[in-house]
């Protein structure tokens, strides 16, 4: 574990706290994302991760087939939603936060570094006054450390940089949820070509994950299934992280990591979902207000540097 690092000894104290919610996933094949509900197993308070909108590129429509088996299954158990939780602004899927919040209630809540995000996105997008690069469109922008509950469960945020400027990771119990900072083992790590993305800031933030314990449970939010390996799986330990991954087990050094990053991040071509995504979830997943016509358009950047 980093000396002096309270965000991450608190973290590992809850881990070793013996509280082990109960953790359910929903996989969309469509963009190979997986969402969560976390739930307290004292009571009916859960929290919902990385939720996700169905978009049809070519039609420009939505859908809630994804979001609405969430809801049938929080509803059918009775639970109580306190938070609807980003890992990041991603660029792969659209957020399903604001449909969830309306059905569900709860508040949404991203890192405090979705600022910086923002700011860069919405000069490429061109959003104008319009768009408020200061974080009011989620409910809560959590810091590095910052502590919060889910019904008597404690959680804890860590700030885990380099896919995005703005990726957290939660420590909820015994497990934490990584968003795209990790992948399965025998598929990697995320990349860090993005805007503000950097592979030797996503090396650190790697190694502080895995200095939780070794018993820690780990749930990505992706997978897509190496050639290896028969079935789609999103979670795995720390213990196999450390043993185990591709880019990042233990041995590897930065310099080894960056470079094999680098080279293998200028052949990936862009997310297909990348331009409506990003655009949406720099607003914590509302869609652009409709134009005179009542119809919601958005933008589409040329040859943008």
């Not at 790697?206 to 789609?232: G, K, N």
Request: hydrophobic residues 45%.
């Amino acid at each position: 574990m980093p000396l002096h690092d309270a965000a991450l000894e608190t973290a590992a104290a809850l881990v070793d706290g013996a509280v082990k919610p109960e953790v359910r996933a929903f996989f969309d094949p469509a963009t190979f994302t997986v969402s969560y509900v976390v739930k307290d197993p004292q009571s009916d308070a859960c929290a919902i991760i990385d939720s996700v909108l169905d978009f049809d590129p070519a039609s420009g429509r939505t859908s809630h087939a994804s979001a609405d088996k969430i809801i049938d299954h929080i509803e059918s158990r009775g639970l109580r939603v306190a938070w609807i939780l980003e890992t990041h602004a991603h660029a792969d899927h659209l957020s399903a936060a604001p449909y969830l919040q309306a059905k569900l209630g709860g508040k949404i809540a991203i890192g405090a570094h979705i600022v910086a995000v923002q700011r860069v996105f919405g000069g490429l997008f061109g959003l104008g006054a319009d768009f408020e690069a200061n974080g009011r469109q989620f409910d809560k922008l959590f810091e590095d450390g910052e502590r919060f509950e889910i019904g008597d469960m404690e959680a804890v945020v860590l700030h885990t940089p380099g896919h995005t400027p703005a990726c957290v990771s939660y420590v909820i119990g015994d497990a934490v949820f990584v968003g795209d900072t990790l992948f399965m083992p025998d598929y990697g790590s995320a990349r860090c070509d993005f805007p503000g993305g950097d592979a030797a800031t996503l090396y650190g933030s790697v190694r502080r994950l895995l200095a939780l314990p070794s018993q820690t449970r780990m749930f990505l939010c992706h997978d897509y299934l190496p050639s290896t390996r028969a079935e789609f799986r999103w979670e795995t330990t720390v213990a196999e992280q450390r043993a185990h991954n591709i880019h990042l087990h233990d041995g590897v050094s930065e310099s080894e990591f960056v470079a094999k990053r680098r080279a293998r991040d200028a052949t990936l071509p862009m997310p297909r979902l990348i331009l409506p995504s990003v655009q949406v979830n720099i607003r914590a997943g509302r869609l652009p207000e409709p134009e005179a016509n009542g119809v919601r358009y958005l933008k589409l950047p040329i040859d943008a540097v």
